[in-house]
């Protein structure tokens, strides 16, 4: 079902205020089809930083507009962190602690498992590179003045990826004005969307 507020006669439009590093990979799905069920224009406004999953799910906007010259943008990539136990550890005092897997589950948690020994390409080609290539892909599609340069990961300054990642920095003003252009566009597509209109 569609977002309440897309339905509201008196709304003509939607604005994400973003600020946020990211987060988990299946964090992105919600938003993004929240996003793409949208009838009404919708503007992403970035307050300090939208990377990874946040410029992710915002890419599925109209627009993106960030507060300042220095707001962070990007991080385009994934990562994992692995941590625990060793299979088979014994503390100091002679407590053992060991995982066993049954006969029929040779496959249970082997990148997990072969992790921990030091060998994280089975993570990388399972998990990591399949949802990488994803988040590039996509990007690629949502924001098409990207470069491959700029889909490595790196974090940049709103101003050195404008035209690209961001359309442009400006104020929340700003992104009002881009939500009514864009609704008056889509109502007229004769529209001289840069004429001002009052709030």
Same mark, same amino acid.
């Given at each position: 079902?569609?977002?309440?507020?897309?339905k509201?006669p008196?709304?003509?439009? &939607?604005?994400?205020?973003?600020? =946020?590093?990211?987060?988990?990979a299946?964090?992105?799905?919600?938003?993004?089809?929240? *996003?793409?069920?949208?009838?009404?224009?919708?503007?992403?406004?970035?307050?300090?930083?939208?990377? =990874?999953a946040?410029?992710?799910? *915002?890419?599925?906007?109209?627009?993106i *507009?960030? &507060?300042?010259?220095?707001?962070?943008?990007?991080?385009?990539?994934?990562?994992?962190?692995?941590?625990?136990?060793?299979?088979?550890?014994?503390?100091?005092?002679? $407590?053992?602690?060991?995982?066993? $897997?049954?006969?029929?589950?040779?496959?249970?948690?082997?990148?997990?498992?072969?992790?921990l020994?030091?060998?994280?390409? *089975?993570?990388?080609?399972?998990?990591?590179n399949?949802?990488c290539?994803a988040?590039?892909?996509?990007?690629?599609?949502?924001?098409?003045?990207?470069?491959?340069?700029?889909?490595?990961?790196?974090?940049?300054?709103?101003?050195?990826?404008?035209?690209?990642?961001?359309?442009?920095?400006?104020?929340?003003?700003?992104a009002?004005?881009?939500?009514?252009?864009?609704?008056?566009?889509?109502?007229?597509?004769?529209?001289?969307?840069s004429?001002k209109?009052?709030?």
């Amino acid at each position: 079902e569609r977002l309440e507020a897309d339905k509201d006669p008196e709304i003509i439009g &939607h604005i994400i205020v973003a600020d =946020s590093g990211g987060g988990a990979a299946d964090s992105v799905p919600e938003p993004s089809s929240a *996003i793409k069920q949208l009838t009404k224009p919708i503007v992403s406004y970035i307050d300090g930083m939208a990377a =990874s999953a946040c410029i992710y799910a *915002i890419s599925y906007t109209q627009k993106i *507009i960030a &507060h300042q010259a220095f707001d962070q943008v990007g991080c385009i990539g994934t990562m994992i962190t692995v941590s625990g136990w060793p299979k088979l550890r014994r503390d100091a005092d002679g $407590y053992v602690q060991v995982r066993v $897997y049954a006969d029929q589950s040779a496959e249970k948690n082997a990148d997990y498992e072969a992790a921990l020994e030091g060998n994280t390409q *089975i993570i990388k080609e399972d998990l990591l590179n399949p949802l990488c290539q994803a988040f590039i892909d996509d990007m690629k599609a949502n924001r098409p003045g990207a470069s491959d340069d700029q889909l490595t990961g790196k974090t940049y300054f709103a101003k050195d990826v404008v035209g690209s990642l961001i359309d442009s920095i400006g104020s929340f003003e700003d992104a009002i004005q881009a939500v009514i252009d864009l609704a008056a566009a889509a109502e007229d597509p004769n529209t001289n969307t840069s004429e001002k209109m009052d709030l």
